[in-house]
């Protein structure tokens, strides 16, 4: 028999987090994944709970999206109605446009679902569990759970009548399975058992002798419906089982449970039960239709495959099984520990070691130290959320206990699936990056078809929501408000991903082959969807004038309202500044590629002809950067999102350097705003901040957004942030609901504080809070394809290493620090710098 012994131990320089409890609810586990299954960790004293996901796991079909177009299309929706919105909101007619734009939104896209649970019980101990004076000694027995950040891996240890417990959780992507490790240092009784919330098809058992196995079908639904919509009688809808060897897509999943042991295994359709052990591995392997579908590998995606996707499912399982579990921690550290550790960052002195979550971190005291752990875990979170083959992460990355998550659990890209990727490239995680690179992809095949029938363009358009299956159509099932649902530029913003692909890599490949077809036709949307101003169809120069030039219209800023000169609150407007920052940006990025490539194509004669007519950014009266393009008084000044500010973060339009005005413009924006509210909308005002150099509100937006959250948890917050979230005690962010949005954020950030990673210059500490006088970042990326290494001391750097990672990196660059500017030549491999140009002898924190 293969070894079933595992001699792990954490390393002494590892970052790890320390819980003193087992979790009593799902938001004090820790999660676990390797981008196609997820797992919850609870740990306990007597045994311990897995719930689980699929990354690949949604409600839905492929052929949803254009269903629901066939019917918005029948339903008059279309180019000729989308005429008579414009007339409608040119003559001040906002109700009748917004009538109309009610035909134009679809059916709600779908939901991310739970698939399973294990639990594992460990009956010699269930004696001591009970109540009264011999529960009360079993709860104060030694328990202790730790997430490893750097490694990866839960470790549970729990002390039992003298005796000792230890049990070792890891999600290993090249075993395709989480592994669980139980090892006890008496013979024990052990059950396992496997559940679904979803509904059950059929169940599969075997045992032989030590070793077991257990496997369920599980049937997936057809349709779902978001938590807050109230008018569908069914919100989970399955097919007629009748209808099911008739469909071309069968939604259909499999958990199988593989257990391997140095006792006696038996099973049945209940469970697994093994006695007298010592050493127990248990493999879990999951996958679906939706995965074979998303590959795109010819899979038969009947309902005559289910057999043999359960039996693929098992086997996965059981091979790992099968395995010395000190064989597959050893693959499974050589994959993750390139990633976690492509790129770290400490601030302060304390990096290394194990904190407890709840003094430490949530209530320590030590900012430094919060920061550096938030970095980490965001990072963490990512390469446990998304790997090549699976879908991208979702708004709770791959972890949801609910059969309604809020929000479906699923893509919204008007922020926060922007936000899940802002780290992805600077700090070294540019492989994790490519499910959602390949999403975007699918939804420019899929948006084309809803951009010529809706909107009667040209190339490819995506709005609010999305799915794995592409969904581009509005949501909203004809009765969302305009203000979120009808908003046609989240393809462009997709497109940001693509291109900052290219410009960490420089992998020229990538930008011929990928990402420049994806560009082009999302310009080709622009150009065609940007109309004449018919006061100015001469071609007069619009600039800086909402009303002059080219418009785009209808014309939302996500998701906020103006005041109407009634005094109604409005949603629908023309030129919103996110609309045109994010076609200037992609119109300069199209050109730009084209260069690089050596590429003619007619679309960059348009594009040079409808720049110079693109409405400029400006200020409102009271010297805010405006949101609209016309100076409109907003409904909410504290409002959550701050669209217009894309222009600065990400997309890098408007900066201190180049921009002065209007960066003071940005600046005042963020202070009419405010602090708060929510996890994604304060990660997004800390990167705002620190575009614009100012560290110290970004260190306060951190503390508050890094607070314990202590009310009730299941109550869902108001949207409109008036209630302040926090963090919960496993760390997820939440508003609540949970959204992971702002984990992610904040990982890019923290960062954006202590290497500036926008276009032009390497940025050394360009808004570092004078708290966090004393740091370190190693293999911070930067576009270019350079990565920098950065010790700082007293506010100042100390040590800056630039390596080139290409060929077609530049020699050259130019390096800043706080106004003072020096040009470096690099070298070919590494180039220390010569710091004494910009840091003056003797000078200390500012």
């Given at each position: 028999?293969?070894?079933?012994?595992?001699?792990?131990?954490?390393?002494?320089?590892?970052?790890?987090?320390?819980?003193?409890?087992?979790?009593?609810?799902?938001?004090?586990?820790?999660?676990?994944?390797?981008?196609?299954?997820?797992?919850?960790?609870?740990?306990?004293?007597?045994?311990?709970?897995?719930?689980?996901?699929?990354?690949?796991?949604?409600?839905?079909?492929?052929?949803?999206?254009?269903?629901?177009?066939?019917?918005?299309?029948?339903?008059?929706?279309?180019?000729?109605?989308?005429?008579?919105?414009?007339?409608?909101?040119?003559?001040?007619?906002?109700?009748?446009?917004?009538?109309?734009?009610?035909?134009?939104?679809?059916p709600w896209s779908q939901e991310f679902l739970p698939l399973g649970d294990l639990v594992?019980?460990?009956?010699?101990?269930?004696?001591?569990?009970?109540?009264?004076a011999a529960g009360a000694a079993h709860a104060a027995r030694p328990y202790a759970r730790e997430l490893d950040l750097d490694d990866a891996i839960v470790r549970e240890r729990a002390g039992v009548d003298g005796s000792r417990t230890t049990r070792t959780v890891w999600a290993s992507a090249p075993a395709a399975c989480v592994l669980v490790h139980l090892a006890y240092d008496e013979p024990s009784d052990v059950v396992l058992e496997l559940?679904?919330?979803?509904?059950?098809?059929?169940?599969?058992?075997?045992?032989?002798?030590?070793?077991?196995?257990?496997?369920?079908?599980?049937?997936?639904?057809?349709?779902?419906?978001?938590?807050?919509?109230?008018?569908?009688?069914?919100?989970?809808v399955y097919r007629d089982e009748r209808h099911a060897g008739a469909a071309a897509y069968?939604?259909?999943?499999?958990?199988?449970?593989?257990?391997?042991?140095?006792?006696?295994?038996?099973?049945?359709?209940?469970?697994?039960?093994?006695?007298?052990?010592?050493?127990?591995?248990?493999?879990?392997?999951?996958?679906?239709?939706?995965?074979?579908?998303?590959?795109?590998?010819?899979?038969?995606?009947?309902?005559?495959?289910?057999?043999?996707?359960?039996?693929?499912?098992?086997?996965?399982?059981?091979?790992?099984?099968?395995?010395a579990p000190a064989e597959l921690l050893a693959e499974h550290l050589d994959d993750v520990r390139p990633l976690l550790g492509a790129s770290t960052l400490r601030i302060g002195a304390r990096r290394a070691g194990l904190f407890d979550v709840g003094r430490d971190v949530l209530r320590g005291g030590d900012d430094a130290l919060t920061a550096t752990v938030l970095t980490q875990f965001g990072r963490y979170l990512l390469v446990a959320a998304s790997r090549p083959g699976s879908p991208p992460a979702n708004l709770q990355g791959i972890w949801n206990d609910q059969l309604r998550p809020p929000w479906s659990s699923n893509y919204t890209i008007n922020i926060n699936t922007e936000m899940n990727y802002w780290a992805a490239e600077s700090s070294g995680l540019g492989v994790c990056h490519r499910p959602l690179l390949d999403l975007v992809e699918r939804l420019s095949v899929t948006g084309a078809e809803t951009a010529r029938r809706l909107y009667g363009t040209r190339g490819w358009v995506a709005h609010h929501n999305t799915d794995p299956w592409g969904y581009s159509l509005?949501?909203?099932?004809?009765?969302?408000?305009?203000?979120?649902?009808?908003?046609?530029?989240?393809?462009?913003?997709?497109?940001?991903?693509?291109?900052?692909?290219?410009?960490?890599?420089?992998?020229?490949?990538?930008?011929?082959?990928?990402?420049?077809?994806?560009?082009?036709?999302?310009?080709?949307?622009?150009?065609?969807?940007?109309?004449?101003?018919?006061r100015t169809a001469d071609?007069?120069?619009?600039?800086?004038?909402?009303?002059?030039?080219?418009?785009?219209?209808?014309?939302?800023?996500?998701?906020?309202?103006f005041r109407g000169p009634d005094g109604h609150a409005e949603s629908l407007a023309q030129s919103s500044t996110m609309d045109i920052a994010l076609i200037r940006a992609l119109f300069g990025r199209v050109t730009e590629a084209a260069g690089v490539l050596g590429l003619e194509h007619p679309v960059l004669a348009e594009i040079a002809a409808a720049l110079p007519r693109l409405v400029g950014f400006a200020a409102t009266a009271d010297g805010r950067l405006r949101e609209w393009g016309a100076d409109l008084v907003e409904v909410d000044p504290d409002h959550r999102h701050m669209s217009q500010m894309i222009a600065v973060y990400p997309l890098?339009?408007?900066?201190?350097?180049?921009?002065?005005?209007?960066?003071?413009?940005?600046?005042?924006?963020?202070?009419?705003?405010?602090?708060?509210?929510?996890?994604?909308?304060?990660?997004?005002?800390?990167?705002?901040?620190?575009?614009?150099?100012?560290?110290?509100?970004?260190?306060?937006?951190?503390?508050?957004?890094?607070?314990?959250?202590?009310?009730?948890?299941?109550?869902?917050?108001?949207?409109d942030g008036s209630e302040w979230g926090g963090l919960l005690p496993n760390l997820f962010s939440t508003h609540p609901p949970v959204q992971l949005d702002g984990n992610f954020g904040f990982a890019a950030a923290v960062r954006e504080l202590v290497l500036g990673t926008a276009e032009g210059a390497v940025q050394l500490l360009p808004a570092l809070p004078e708290a966090w006088a004393d740091g370190e970042l190693l293999g911070g990326r930067l576009p270019g394809a350079l990565t920098v290494d950065l010790r700082w001391a007293h506010g100042q750097p100390?040590?800056?290493?630039?390596?080139?990672?290409?060929?077609?990196?530049?020699?050259?660059?130019?390096?800043?620090?706080?106004?003072?500017?020096?040009?470096?030549?690099?070298?070919?491999?590494?180039?220390?710098?010569?710091?004494?140009?910009?840091?003056?002898?003797?000078?200390?924190?500012?």
């Open positions: 028999m293969t070894e079933l012994s595992l001699h792990e131990r954490p390393r002494a320089d590892a970052l790890r987090l320390g819980f003193t409890e087992p979790a009593a609810e799902w938001v004090e586990a820790a999660p676990v994944g390797n981008g196609r299954t997820g797992a919850m960790v609870f740990g306990g004293r007597s045994g311990t709970r897995l719930q689980l996901n699929d990354s690949s796991v949604w409600s839905g079909t492929p052929s949803a999206g254009s269903t629901a177009l066939d019917e918005l299309v029948a339903g008059g929706a279309g180019p000729e109605r989308l005429a008579e919105v414009r007339a409608a909101i040119d003559r001040g007619d906002y109700r009748e446009a917004e009538r109309l734009l009610y035909s134009f939104e679809g594992v019980t460990e009956p010699t101990d269930a004696r001591a569990a009970g109540s009264g559940s679904t919330p979803l509904r059950l098809e059929r169940t599969i058992a075997g045992a032989d002798s030590g070793s077991a196995s257990l496997a369920l079908g599980v049937r997936l639904p057809i349709d779902g419906a978001p938590l807050h919509e109230e008018l569908v009688a069914e919100p989970l069968d939604p259909y999943a499999a958990i199988a449970v593989a257990v391997r042991s140095d006792g006696v295994a038996t099973a049945d359709g209940t469970g697994i039960r093994l006695t007298g052990v010592r050493r127990a591995l248990v493999a879990i392997a999951t996958d679906s239709t939706g995965r074979r579908w998303w590959q795109g590998d010819g899979s038969d995606l009947t309902a005559a495959a289910r057999p043999a996707l359960i039996a693929d499912t098992l086997r996965l399982a059981e091979r790992a099984a099968a395995t509005p949501v909203g099932a004809g009765h969302g408000n305009p203000s979120w649902a009808i908003w046609m530029m989240g393809g462009l913003w997709l497109t940001d991903h693509l291109w900052q692909h290219w410009r960490y890599s420089l992998d020229e490949r990538f930008l011929r082959e990928r990402a420049w077809p994806v560009l082009v036709g999302a310009a080709e949307f622009a150009l065609d969807w940007l109309v004449e101003d018919a071609g007069a120069d619009g600039a800086g004038d909402g009303n002059r030039g080219l418009r785009t219209m209808p014309s939302t800023s996500p998701e906020n309202l890098g339009l408007i900066d201190p350097a180049t921009t002065p005005e209007l960066a003071e413009a940005a600046l005042a924006t963020l202070d009419r705003r405010g602090p708060g509210a929510m996890g994604w909308s304060w990660a997004w005002k800390i990167a705002l901040r620190a575009r614009l150099g100012d560290g110290e509100t970004a260190r306060e937006l951190l503390r508050e957004a890094s607070a314990p959250f202590e009310r009730d948890h299941q109550r869902l917050a108001p949207v100390v040590e800056v290493v630039v390596r080139r990672l290409a060929e077609a990196s530049p020699r050259v660059v130019d390096v800043e620090l706080r106004g003072r500017r020096m040009r470096v030549p690099l070298e070919s491999h590494a180039t220390v710098l010569d710091l004494s140009a910009l840091v003056p002898t003797g000078a200390g924190v500012r």
